[in-house]
């Protein structure tokens, strides 16, 4: 199965620090997303990087994206209380399936 | 307001009792789908669908059926539901397959099979 990893599974910080979470995944992949979910609801799109891109960039958020390595990380700079929430990534599959994978989550906490 | 609804949202039931989670998306999506999401597991893909009558396999779905007669609506069917069903569901669409585009989730499902 392609399904990702993600680490940490957990992360604690204060706020206005730094995280930085990593995604691992298995073979090759046309896309990679993260997504935000708050405690037992759905998931949020937060950023699209694609396999020919090496990073990008949305407000306090910064993915790369290493193809060689197949990982991703996020980071959230300056981070806020609102910013405690679970991380997920998810990919597809380069061959052209449309099954999608998602990690297993890093479970951010901002201390205030 | 675009959205994907799911109903019901919490659902006890019995083994072997015939279940139906209904999931409806109001924004024209081509791309629907049905997650499980357990503790340790992340979520796992059940089925997809990409068009009405379309319909294919994701990562786990045995157990599952589902069906898009219509392309708003994507029901998740438990013909026969067992405890290790039990978990949170999640629907899912976008405008097309893949990842090329965002999904958007519903709200969940809380499903306890006893």
């Known amino acids: 199965s392609q399904q990702g990893e993600e680490d940490p599974q957990a992360l604690s910080i204060q706020e206005g620090e730094n995280a930085t979470m990593n995604c691992s995944y298995k073979t090759s992949i046309n896309n990679l997303q993260w997504y935000r979910q708050n405690s037992g609801r759905g998931l949020v799109h937060l950023i699209l990087?694609?396999?020919?891109?090496r990073e990008k960039h949305s407000g306090r958020l910064r993915v790369t994206l290493d193809t060689s390595k197949k990982s991703s990380s996020l980071l959230i700079t300056a981070s806020r209380a609102a910013d405690t929430a679970s991380y997920f990534c998810a990919t597809d599959q380069q061959t052209g399936a449309n099954n999608l994978f998602f990690g297993t989550g890093t479970r951010l906490t901002v201390i205030p | 307001e675009a959205q994907v609804t799911q109903n019901p949202r919490y659902l006890i039931t019995v083994t072997g009792k015939k279940l139906t989670v209904t999931c409806s998306q109001n924004?024209?999506?081509?791309?629907m789908s049905w997650y499980r999401q357990d503790p340790g597991l992340g979520l796992r893909q059940i089925y997809y669908?990409?068009?009405?009558?379309?319909?294919d396999k994701g990562d786990v779905p045995e157990g599952y059926k589902v069906s898009r007669k219509e392309k708003r609506n994507f029901p998740l069917i438990l013909e026969s539901p067992s405890p290790n069903q039990t978990s949170l569901y999640f629907c899912a669409s976008s405008l097309a397959g893949g990842l090329s585009y965002e999904q958007y989730f519903g709200p969940g499902t809380r499903l306890t099979v006893t």
């Open positions: 990087i694609r396999s020919n891109e």
């Open positions: 669908s990409m068009n009405v009558e379309v319909t």
């Open positions: 924004m024209n999506h081509e791309y």
